[in-house]
């Protein structure tokens, strides 16, 4: 590892004046973006541009000496300022010289100074054709106009006002009087149009040492896309060794590009990424594939742990493919799908377009039909389980149709019905099969004012089962063919008070009382296997669903009466600046299923059940707090919380604290239904992430995610990123939980350590902050997010 690790750092320091990173950017960004500080003596255009053929307008000079031999030529000496259109010039000497051919020329000499709106170049002696815009300077040097790039030559020449042709000369995007690095060659070709450096014999330079010799380079020095190597990515971790990937972009066309990374991984293999994006009739969207023929570090594993849970092919993929079509204006066609080879491919090789967070992966394809009146779409959902113990209980629904019909144009009495048939399948053997007839019209009458609302609402819910089910299920419950009809009635009122706060001066508070009753009998449903629901979390918004669970298959009585209040703080400017929730449900009878795996009913749950509440507090511009508790008088103790307080000045200078706690208790009555394991102590997480500037070029990230019950780090990372004007680096190390040892009853844990390199003004400058947060295993999301 000693040996090789220079070698690679020497190779990505090389590649890297390969890389096209800024061909890539499907969103071009104007120079205008680059650090301000970078800018500095770089030369601007400051005067109205002119639009059209320059070669009309007249030169105007200005001079201390003017002598004139008509009609061929004219001299102009001391401190002479030559203008047309764009165009600049200053010198100690012009002579203008105009043929009988009406070819135009000047020749100058003596500090010659030439600017347009593209280019500045300097040099001693100069002359430029009028008629071509062509202008040719001896010994001189040149830099690009309002954005970074410069360097010198033996002669310069600048044709079509576009193309600046260096013969023996160099180029390097770093500010003045900072040459970090350079690129010198027998001659180099600059297209300002196409924002492409080409250069013959090139020779590379750190300072003034050559590292890198090529016979031809061709190189962006903006942001047009364009086809090319991308910035090589090196990283080192405890598992799988050195970890380097080069991509290579590929510009289709304008609606159309595709990537390709090599990736060599020390320990496993040789794995190929793929990616292509395009936008046409079929749509917006992204389709990947990633392969790795023969996995070594898999194959060892598999071979110690007997084959348990292991796939048994050695080659491992992903295959991704999302997409967004809108086909008219009533039709649409969006696919969100993502498969792998194998349970462990996320964890091992990781991905962008899954987490190692997710139990599962989802293949969903939906066509769907809308208008005024009507929004179908017809699904088809396929659930990849990532762990062996759930994959057979996981149900699909292959396919389901969703119909809603909406018709509000009768005077506030607003008629609604949604319908769902579904085909529900699994692959476990001995799982039944089932078709869901599913029907719910619901008429609602609402009084509406700027201070309060009143929605009355009945419909009733009408479902039929065949159910499907093997000789060998043992679940003497379960009935081929179900019918169950729920009639369902409610009312939500909601007042809005509103008054000058009384201890804070300029501030208006709100007062927001809310109360909703809903009624639905109690239908025995232990007939119906659970196909598609689950428990959902009783924060203070889900007090007032209807249901407590998702899906259908478990739509539980209810006699309650739900009840919140909010307040919230407004200053002078109508700014949100606090906010507290506080809420309950109490009910009249208890609610339950019929099934006696749900968690509803296994306790006896009259009364007040649960309580839960909500803050929001904006201390000042740069500081927010949120939090969030949920009680259940169930098990009699906090069932969820969670609490953060977030300091952000700007996007790279921020501290979040966060705290989270799930109740074992709670968490096991979720599962019940799903047969897992039971927890056998609460999550109780402390969490700190951090981005700061130490100086104007270095900069640090890290977070630290502690399991207080445990005693541990769950999630640990860190990088620092250095980045001046000229060139930059990015240092990452992290370390994550990945497993659990049975015998020593110990965390396994993985480090990993990343390095990336980039040449300012050659490649994207993309925000490495916001890279660096994105590192660890729990990505950071701002508090200050609105939806949060």
């Known amino acids: 590892m000693k040996k090789l690790t220079p070698s690679f750092i020497a190779a990505a320091v090389c590649l890297s004046v390969h890389s096209q990173d800024s061909f890539a950017n499907m969103e071009l960004v104007p120079p205008a973006s680059t650090n301000n500080q970078c800018l500095i003596d770089v030369p601007i255009y400051n005067r109205p541009l002119v639009e059209g053929d320059v070669n009309t307008l007249p030169i105007e000079v200005s001079s201390d000496k003017f002598e004139i031999d008509l009609p061929n030529q004219a001299i102009y000496s001391g401190n002479v300022l030559a203008t047309q259109g764009n165009r600049m010039v200053n010198s100690e000497q012009i002579i203008i010289n105009q043929t009988a051919n009406t070819n135009r020329n000047l020749v100058l000499s003596g500090n010659v100074v030439y600017q347009d709106n593209l280019i500045e170049m300097q040099g001693n002696k100069a002359e430029m054709n009028l008629n071509t815009d062509d202008i040719e300077i001896q010994n001189g040097q040149y830099h690009l106009v309002g954005r970074l790039g410069r360097g010198t030559a033996?002669?310069?020449?600048?044709?079509?006002?576009?193309?600046?042709?260096?013969?023996?000369?160099?180029?390097?995007?770093?500010?003045?009087?900072?040459?970090?690095?350079?690129?010198?060659?027998?001659?180099?070709?600059?297209?300002?149009?196409?924002?492409?450096?080409?250069?013959?014999?090139?020779?590379?330079?750190?300072?003034?040492?050559?590292?890198?010799?090529?016979?031809?380079?061709?190189?962006?020095?903006?942001?047009?896309?364009?086809?090319?190597?991308?910035?090589?990515?090196?990283?080192?971790?405890?598992?799988?060794?050195?970890?380097?990937?080069?991509?290579?972009?590929?510009?289709?066309?304008?609606?159309?590009?595709?990537?390709?990374?090599?990736?060599?991984?020390?320990?496993?293999?040789?794995?190929?990424?793929?990616?292509?994006?395009?936008?046409?009739?079929?749509?917006?969207?992204?389709?990947?594939?990633?392969?790795?023929?023969?996995?070594?570090?898999?194959?060892?594993?598999?071979?110690?742990?007997?084959?348990?849970?292991?796939?048994?092919?050695?080659?491992?993929?992903?295959?991704?493919?999302?997409?967004?079509?809108?086909?008219?204006?009533?039709?649409?066609?969006?696919?969100?799908?993502?498969?792998?080879?194998?349970?462990?491919?996320?964890?091992?090789?990781?991905?962008?377009?899954?987490?190692?967070?997710?139990?599962?992966?989802?293949?969903?394809?939906?066509?769907?039909?809308?208008?005024?009146?009507?929004?179908?779409?017809?699904?088809?959902?396929?659930?990849?389980?990532?762990?062996?113990?759930?994959?057979?209980?996981?149900?699909?629904?292959?396919?389901?149709?969703?119909?809603?019909?909406?018709?509000?144009?009768?005077?506030?009495?607003?008629?609604?019905?949604?319908?769902?048939?579904?085909?529900?399948?699994?692959?476990?053997?001995?799982?039944?099969?089932?078709?869901?007839?599913?029907?719910?019209?619901?008429?609602?009458?609402?009084?509406?004012?700027?201070?309060?609302?009143?929605?009355?609402?009945?419909?009733?819910?009408?479902?039929?089962?065949?159910?499907?089910?093997?000789?060998?299920?043992?679940?003497?419950?379960?009935?081929?063919?179900?019918?169950?009809?729920?009639?369902?009635?409610?009312?939500?009122?909601?007042?809005?008070?509103?008054?000058?706060?009384?201890?804070?001066?300029?501030?208006?508070?709100?007062?927001?009382?809310?109360?909703?009753?809903?009624?639905?009998?109690?239908?025995?449903?232990?007939?119906?296997?659970?196909?598609?629901?689950?428990?959902?979390?009783?924060?203070?918004?889900?007090?007032?669903?209807d249901q407590p669970y998702s899906g259908l298959d478990r739509i539980a009585s209810s006699n309650k009466v739900a009840t919140g209040v909010t307040t919230r703080f407004y200053d002078a400017n109508k700014i949100e600046k606090f906010n507290l929730s506080l809420g309950q449900i109490y009910y009249f009878t208890k609610s339950r299923t019929g099934d006696t795996s749900s968690p509803l009913d296994q306790n006896d749950g009259t009364g007040s059940v649960t309580w839960a509440t909500d803050t929001f507090w904006r201390i000042n511009q740069d500081i927010i707090t949120r939090s969030g508790i949920q009680y259940d008088t169930r098990i009699n103790e906090i069932s969820l919380a969670n609490a953060i307080i977030e300091y952000r000045k700007t996007d790279n200078k921020l501290v979040q604290l966060s705290y989270r706690y799930a109740n074992k208790n709670y968490i096991n009555g979720i599962n019940l239904t799903n047969n897992t394991t039971p927890y056998q102590q609460s999550i109780s997480q402390i969490g700190v992430i951090s981005s700061w500037p130490l100086t104007e070029t270095v900069s640090v990230v890290g977070s630290l995610f502690y399991d207080i019950d445990n005693k541990q780090s769950s999630n640990s990372y860190v990088g620092l990123h250095y980045a001046d004007c000229c060139w930059g680096v990015t240092l990452q190390y992290g370390r994550k939980i990945t497993d659990w040892d049975n015998i020593s009853k110990e965390s396994i844990y993985e480090n990993k350590f990343s390095i990336n390199f980039e040449l300012r003004g050659l490649t994207k400058n993309s925000n490495m902050t916001a890279k660096m947060l994105d590192f660890g295993l729990l990505p950071y999301k701002t508090a200050f997010e609105e939806d949060y």
């Open 154 to 545: 033996d002669n310069m020449t600048f044709n079509d006002n576009r193309y600046i042709v260096l013969n023996n000369g160099s180029f390097t995007s770093c500010p003045i009087n900072d040459s970090s690095w350079n690129i010198e060659g027998s001659k180099i070709i600059y297209d300002n149009r196409e924002q492409l450096l080409e250069v013959w014999n090139a020779v590379f330079k750190i300072g003034k040492v050559p590292v890198l010799y090529s016979p031809y380079l061709q190189l962006p020095t903006g942001n047009k896309r364009r086809s090319g190597l991308l910035m090589p990515e090196i990283s080192y971790d405890s598992i799988d060794g050195i970890d380097v990937s080069l991509p290579f972009y590929w510009n289709i066309a304008p609606n159309y590009d595709a990537t390709f990374t090599p990736r060599i991984i020390q320990r496993r293999g040789v794995q190929l990424q793929t990616e292509m994006r395009y936008l046409n009739y079929v749509g917006l969207g992204t389709i990947a594939f990633d392969w790795l023929q023969h996995d070594r570090l898999y194959s060892n594993d598999r071979k110690d742990s007997n084959n348990s849970g292991y796939s048994e092919n050695d080659y491992r993929w992903l295959f991704h493919w999302k997409n967004n079509q809108l086909i008219n204006d009533n039709w649409r066609f969006n696919v969100d799908a993502t498969r792998v080879s194998d349970n462990q491919y996320i964890t091992d090789l990781s991905s962008k377009y899954a987490s190692e967070t997710d139990g599962y992966l989802t293949q969903h394809y939906q066509l769907g039909y809308t208008d005024q009146y009507w929004d179908i779409g017809l699904n088809y959902k396929y659930f990849q389980a990532l762990r062996d113990d759930i994959k057979d209980d996981l149900y699909r629904a292959e396919p389901q149709l969703n119909i809603n019909y909406y018709n509000n144009d009768n005077d506030g009495i607003n008629f609604r019905t949604f319908g769902q048939v579904s085909h529900f399948v699994s692959s476990g053997s001995a799982n039944p099969t089932a078709w869901r007839f599913h029907v719910e019209p619901t008429l609602d009458y609402t009084i509406l004012s700027s201070w309060a609302s009143v929605t009355a609402e009945a419909g009733f819910m009408a479902t039929h089962y065949n159910q499907d089910i093997p000789r060998v299920n043992k679940n003497a419950d379960l009935e081929s063919s179900v019918n169950r009809f729920m009639p369902k009635i409610g009312i939500d009122g909601k007042v809005i008070f509103e008054r000058q706060a009384v201890l804070l001066d300029g501030y208006t508070q709100t007062l927001e009382p809310r109360i909703k009753y809903l009624y639905i009998p109690y239908r025995n449903q232990s007939q119906i296997r659970n196909y598609d629901s689950s428990l959902l979390q009783s924060d203070y918004i889900g007090l007032f669903r």
